[in-house]
């Protein structure tokens, strides 16, 4: 069936260094893929989107390119903020399901001073 | 301001009760859902409503039962077959029941049951 895999947190990193979260899919077709971000205490939030191969959705200086080569989504950011401290959810919704999300594990992110 | 209110926070209840999960939007959203959030883990959906009086199983509705009588509100009921019910549990809604129609959260109940 359709999965997504996320790479296990917590990923700590200092304020203003680079960020990578791995997010790969299993599924058939061309499903959309999403990233949403929780905050402490609340619910998710959609950060960006992509609905077709090699498409890039950016949103707040996050970006993810949808690679169907690679069945992959991964999240990225040029410079992390305290702020930017979150769990981070990667989604798809398949192409023959009109409903369903299906989301990953979460990655946690700690974003030091 | 437009959003999606879960009441309440935080919830405790005896083991054996029936409990319910208010959600309210005022998004003006044809659909629905419910999903269930445990430590660690990826959220599982409950239950979706693509329209008012209609409402589909997802993929863990053993044990939850819901009702959609307005456009507006989707209530959860987790009722004391449910065999693990303490969870983080969120309430979301979307424009319509489609693959790219992106989904709108509330801030969740956290439901602890002793």
């Known amino acids: 069936g359709d999965s997504v895999t996320q790479m296990e947190g917590p990923v700590t990193l200092s304020e203003e260094a680079f960020l990578t979260i791995n997010c790969t899919y299993t599924?058939?077709?061309?499903?959309?893929l999403f990233w949403y971000v929780q905050y402490p205490g609340e619910g998710l939030q959609l950060l960006l989107k992509?609905?077709?191969?090699?498409d890039k959705g950016s949103n707040k200086g996050f970006e993810a390119t949808y690679r169907k080569e690679t069945t992959s989504f991964h999240l990225e950011k040029g410079s992390v903020q305290v702020s930017d401290s979150a769990v981070y959810f990667c989604?798809?919704?398949?192409?023959?399901?009109?409903?369903?999300?299906?989301f990953g594990s979460g990655t946690r992110l700690l974003v030091r001073p | 301001d437009g959003g999606i209110t879960q009441s309440p926070k935080y919830l405790f209840r005896k083991e054996g009760q029936n409990v319910t999960l208010s959600c309210e939007q005022n998004?003006?959203?044809?659909?629905m859902y419910w999903y269930r959030q445990d430590p660690g883990q990826g959220l599982r959906l409950i239950y979706y409503?693509?329209?008012?009086?209609?409402?589909q199983k997802g993929d863990i509705a053993e044990g939850y039962s819901v009702s959609r009588e307005k456009k507006e509100s989707f209530p959860l009921t987790v009722t004391s077959a449910q065999k693990n019910p303490t969870a983080f549990y969120l309430c979301?809604?979307?424009?319509?029941?489609?693959?790219?129609?992106?989904?709108?959260f509330g801030n969740g109940t956290r439901l602890t049951v002793t």
């Open positions: 979301a809604s979307s424009i319509s029941l489609g693959r790219n129609s992106p989904l709108h």
């Open positions: 599924a058939t077709g061309y499903p959309s």
């Open positions: 992509a609905t077709k191969a090699d």
């Open positions: 989604a798809l919704s398949a192409q023959d399901s009109s409903y369903k999300l299906i």
């Open positions: 998004l003006n959203h044809d659909a």
């Open positions: 409503s693509q329209i008012v009086n209609d409402f």
